[in-house]
């Protein structure tokens, strides 16, 4: 835990030296300058900025960086970066948060103070569908879409949070998913104190919340590696990945670098099976990857959040190696720097793709943000729970950001909504970006800068149908409404 406490956390590269002890992990802390990390961190998850977050680590200016094998901390000293020599063991985490603080259960308003374990983490949102079946529903996303469970046979969920939560209603779909990396402890309390405060404030009458949960379909899910949170637990409290079988004997497969788009760019995750940021066999290899893009696609998902730890920064589309074109970059860009200043963080740029919020993007358009909150995997509970309020405004501020184009695609004649692509011939993008209306609504939001733009409408279920044509929107940053018509051929 040494090293997680003075804040700088970072895979660099495998594990493959020390792969066989589980037990034991190298892990060194590097002071290095910062042209030095950018060469080293190509595929890394997270780098630590020292004005931030490192304020006992290395000197100013410069950042430090843990290698997780020998082989790194070989480079790391080729390189010329200092290094004092730290072990970390390995233990499990139910163990590390008995030290830090009891943990004390918890529906509605009742103080969590320790660490949540999985179970209870569960019932949480069990309790939450029961008490409050208006607003709330449990949904087995497995199930749901017939998607395989994950190796040690766990279904993933989310907790959906609306008015009228059993219908499916013409609103917003909203996602924010924690814990795609399982040691990142801080994301699934995140994710549950989120959901009751949501539903709570709903119950309540308190006008901020109940009007985001009115007026959006939101959901929320604690962990979107629950093999891997469980193992976290019960054996390894410093475990990343899945826990699916690597050919080579090893376990795990890195998440957020398993999804199709962008997976086998030159700052995707790494082909070496026991790196913390082995991408899998092939793109959406993974059950818990082929669950999350069902349920994004199905629900045409408009705005998804993705909670990790650590860093104190709010992440924006695409990492280095990929282009987001112009202005939709720097528009990301921006609105990052409106979230991430409710919560205090700074914005960065993603590190990698093969990740979860770009195959968002790439998939629907969904205004789509990553979230390295605290300054440690396993902070002591209490600095925890004080980060997880320093978050919350910042979950908020997304859920309730007025897209700034939505509406619908109707017929002309009878208003009947139209399933239909939707692409922006104005705006250059190099990978084929798919955007559609929901079928059954028609409805769709666009996540563009204030500003007039070219949108480019042609019907999908009924090709031949409907004449395509061109509308010019005004995005707005109250939002804009708008309804275009297409006319039968
Ligand atoms: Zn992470």
């Given at each position: 835990m040494k090293l997680l406490m003075i804040g700088a956390a970072l895979a660099v590269g495998s594990l493959e030296s020390v792969a066989?002890?589980?037990?034991?992990n190298f892990a060194t802390s590097f002071t290095c300058t910062q042209e030095r990390v950018k060469e080293l961190c190509v595929g890394c998850d997270t780098i630590e900025y020292p004005q931030e977050t490192?304020?006992?680590?290395?000197?100013?200016g410069d950042f430090c960086v843990i290698a997780t094998s020998a082989e790194d901390e070989k480079a790391l000293n080729n390189m010329g970066c200092s290094s004092p020599l730290y072990e970390e063991v390995s233990q499990p985490f139910a163990e590390v948060s008995n030290s830090m603080n009891g943990v004390v259960k918890g529906k509605l308003?009742?103080?969590?103070l320790g660490y949540t374990p999985p179970a209870e983490l569960h019932a949480i949102f069990e309790g939450l569908a029961a008490d409050f079946p208006d607003v709330a529903q449990l949904i087995d996303v497995t199930e749901t879409y017939k998607t395989p469970a994950t190796v040690e046979g766990n279904h993933l969920y989310v907790l959906k949070i609306s008015d009228n939560v059993a219908e499916d209603e013409d609103e917003p779909n909203v996602l924010v998913i924690s814990?795609?990396?399982?040691?990142?402890?801080i994301t699934p309390e995140i994710a549950v104190t989120l959901a009751q405060r949501l539903v709570q404030g709903f119950v309540e009458g308190d006008e901020y919340l109940s009007n985001m949960v009115s007026n959006n379909q939101i959901y929320v899910a604690y962990t979107w590696n629950p093999d891997g949170l469980n193992h976290v637990w019960?054996?390894?409290?410093n475990w990343r990945k899945n826990r699916s079988f690597n050919s080579n004997g090893s376990r795990g497969v890195d998440l957020n670098r398993n999804y199709p788009f962008g997976w086998d760019f030159t700052c995707s995750g790494s082909t070496t099976q026991t790196s913390q940021t082995y991408k899998g066999t092939s793109p959406g290899s993974e059950a818990e990857t082929q669950t999350a893009m069902a349920f994004i696609k199905d629900r045409n998902i408009n705005k998804y959040l993705d909670f990790h730890s650590s860093g104190r920064d709010v992440r924006y589309l695409?990492?280095?190696?990929a282009t987001m074109p112009e202005p939709l970059f720097s528009y990301y860009q921006d609105v990052a720097g409106i979230i991430s200043s409710e919560m205090d963080y700074v914005v960065r740029d993603s590190c990698?793709?093969?990740?979860a919020i770009a195959n968002a993007y790439f998939d629907t358009g969904a205004m789509s943000y990553l979230s390295e909150t605290?300054?440690?995997?396993?902070?002591p509970a209490a600095a925890m729970r004080e980060e997880v309020e320093r978050v919350l405004p910042g979950a908020y501020k997304f859920i309730d950001f007025a897209m700034p184009v939505s509406g619908k695609v109707v017929d002309?004649?009878?208003?009947a909504p139209i399933f239909a692509d939707i692409t922006l011939p104005g705006i250059h993008f190099l990978y084929g970006e798919e955007k559609t209306t929901f079928?059954?609504?028609?409805s769709f939001s666009l996540f563009l800068p204030p500003g007039d733009f070219t949108v480019s409408i042609v019907a999908r279920?009924?090709?031949?149908t409907y004449e395509p044509r061109n509308f010019t929107v005004a995005a707005s940053e109250d939002g804009t409404t708008v309804e275009l018509a297409l006319s039968r051929a």
């Open positions: 066989a002890s589980k037990l034991m490192i304020r006992s680590g290395p000197v100013e308003g009742q103080g969590q814990n795609h990396h399982a040691r990142e402890m019960n054996a390894d409290n695409y990492a280095a190696c990698c793709t093969g990740g605290g300054t440690s995997f396993q902070p002309a004649d009878t208003g079928p059954s609504t028609g279920d009924t090709p031949g």
